[in-house]
């Protein structure tokens, strides 16, 4: 059975840091491109950041320079580093697992950030 628990949302004032975690179960971790998505009431879900197997990154412009991804494969577990928060990145916040041939995706069940201004 495939798991992915978040974890590390909650309530921040605009400028402070979250560090979001996402650990994984049942799937073959390394094999799997880890990503974070978000969606804000209203609106559609969007990409914040996505982590390749190879360890390349890439960021929604929003928040380049803000937000950092990183997984650790022994631990199964991807990280969203988010610094300068603003009040738009409130949001739920979603871990997705896909892999690598595109044959399996996965998501979590969503953690909440809410930044207060």
Sequence with gaps: QVQLV???GGLVQAGG?????CAASGI????????WYRQAPGKQRELVAAITTGDSSNYAESVKGRFTISRDNPKNTVYL???SLKPE????YY???????????????????????
Excluded at 17 to 21: I, K, P, Q, V, Y
Excluded at 28 to 35: D, E, K, P, Q, S
């Design 6 to 8: 978040e974890s590390g």
């Design 17 to 21: 840091s979250l560090r979001l975690s």
């Design 28 to 35: 073959t971790f390394r094999l799997y491109t880890m990503g």
């Design 81 to 83: 580093q988010m610094n």
């Design 89 to 92: 990145d409130t949001a739920v």
């Design 95 to 117: 871990c997705n697992a896909r892999r690598l041939d595109y044959l399996a995706n996965y998501w979590g069940q969503g953690t909440q950030v809410t930044v207060s201004s």
